[in-house]
C-alpha cells in the first residue's frame, strides 16, 4: 500500500465531495432506509444517511465511483453521524459497529478497484467521525449554562466503537471532521489514541474544524489559532478546515493555520453559503477560481469540498490541483 505522508510531499492530494448532496439525488424512500434488515424498526429511519451503508450500499458504492472518477484521491466514509450519540435519535445504537465497519468496507472496495486500474493514482479511505449531536462543553439549556447532557467519558465511548469499526472495515487514515466544539475532537482524539494503541494500528489521523460565523470563531468560542494549540498534541497528518463558510470565506483562517502550526493544511469548504431553500449556488467553475487562491498562495496541501459539492465541482478542483506542487 502507498504510503499517503510520503505522496503528500509530492502533490495535492483531492478529497471527496458532499455525501448527502448525492444521496439527496435518489429521493429515497422510508424503504430503502430500512431495508429487510430494519422493515419492522419502530420508528422512522428515513434521513439516517449512515445506515444506507448497511440497507442501499450499492448508492454508496456508486456515489464513491463518481467521486474517485472525477479526481479525487481521499474518499470519506459514510460514516458521519456513526455513533451511538447520533443514532440514539433513531434507536440504533446497537447497529454502530455494522454502519461504521459497512461504510469503511464499501469504501475500501472502491478504493482498491480505482488503484488497481491507476497504480500511479492510489485512492485512499478517511473513515469520518463527525462532531455528534452534543457538546461537551457548552449546555442545550439558556437557563442552565452549567447543564452538560453528555460527558467526556461518554464520547470517548462512542468515538471509540465508531474508530474501531472504521479500522476493521479498511480505513487507510480517520478523520475528525467539523469539530464545532473541541472538547468532543479531544474526546476522539482520545478514543482513537486507545483504539490504535490496543489493535497494534498506526492510522494517519486528519483533524478539520468549522468557523461558524464571520467571528472567526468555533461554536464553542475558540478562534482559529487556539484550535490549532488544543489539537495538535496529536500529532495528526494535517489540521484544517471545512463546512459552514464557503472558500473565500475560509482563505484567512486557512492562512492562520498555515502560519500557526507545523502540519500539512486541509480544507473542504462548502459551494457557497445555502440560499434561502437550503441549496447551494456555486458553480464548479466558481468555486474552483476560490480555491485557486488557496493554491497560489500554498495554503493547502489537501482540498475537496463538503455541503453542496458535487463530482463536478471535484472535478474542477482535482484538475486545478494538478497544476500546483504543495508547500510542506
Known amino acids: 500500500m502507498a504510503n499517503i505522508r510520503d505522496i503528500l510531499k509530492e502533490r495535492i492530494l483531492v478529497l471527496d465531495g458532499a455525501m448527502g448532496t448525492m444521496i439527496q439525488r435518489h429521493q429515497l424512500s422510508e424503504e430503502d432506509f430500512r431495508g429487510e434488515r430494519f422493515k419492522d424498526h419502530t420508528c422512522s429511519l428515513k434521513g439516517n444517511n449512515d445506515l444506507l451503508s448497511i440497507t442501499r450500499p450499492d448508492i454508496i458504492k456508486s456515489i464513491h465511483a463518481e467521486y474517485y472518477a472525477a479526481g479525487a484521491d481521499i474518499a470519506e466514509t459514510n460514516s458521519f453521524g456513526g455513533t451511538w450519540v447520533a443514532q440514539d435519535d433513531y434507536e440504533l445504537a446497537s447497529a454502530v459497529y455494522d454502519i461504521n465497519y459497512q461504510s469503511a468496507k464499501i469504501a475500501k472496495e472502491v478504493a482498491e478497484e480505482f488503484t488497481a486500474k491507476e497504480p500511479n493514482k492510489p485512492r485512499f479511505v478517511a473513515g469520518s467521525m463527525g462532531p455528534t449531536t452534543k457538546l461537551a462543553s457548552m449546555s442545550p439549556d439558556v437557563n442552565d449554562p452549567g447543564f452538560r447532557n453528555?460527558?467526556?467519558?461518554?464520547?470517548?465511548?462512542?468515538?471509540?466503537?465508531?474508530?474501531?469499526?472504521?479500522?476493521?472495515?479498511?480505513?487507510?487514515?480517520?478523520?475528525?471532521?467539523?469539530?464545532?466544539?473541541?472538547?468532543?475532537?479531544?474526546?476522539?482524539?482520545f478514543a482513537i489514541d486507545e483504539i490504535q494503541q490496543e489493535k497494534g494500528t498506526d492510522l494517519p489521523i486528519m483533524i478539520s474544524g468549522t468557523i461558524t460565523d464571520a467571528s472567526g470563531r468555533t461554536l464553542s468560542g475558540q478562534n482559529t489559532e487556539a484550535f490549532v494549540i488544543s489539537v495538535e498534541h496529536s500529532n495528526p497528518l494535517s489540521i484544517g478546515l471545512n463546512c459552514a463558510l464557503g472558500a473565500e470565506a475560509l482563505r484567512p483562517y486557512l492562512k492562520t493555520i498555515r502560519e500557526k502550526s507545523t502540519y500539512l493544511v486541509s480544507a473542504h469548504p462548502n459551494a457557497g453559503l445555502p440560499n434561502e431553500m437550503g441549496a447551494y449556488d456555486e458553480t464548479p467553475e466558481f468555486m474552483a477560481e476560490q480555491i485557486k487562491t488557496f493554491l497560489d498562495e500554498g495554503l493547502v496541501n489537501i482540498i475537496g469540498g463538503c455541503c453542496g459539492t458535487t463530482p463536478q465541482h471535484i472535478k474542477a478542483i482535482a484538475d486545478l490541483a494538478s497544476n500546483y506542487s504543495p508547500k510542506n
Open 150 to 189: 453528555i460527558s467526556f467519558d461518554e464520547l470517548v465511548d462512542a468515538f471509540k466503537e465508531q474508530a474501531n469499526g472504521l479500522i476493521d472495515g479498511g480505513a487507510d487514515l480517520l478523520l475528525v471532521e467539523t469539530i464545532t466544539d473541541t472538547l468532543n475532537a479531544k474526546a476522539a482524539l
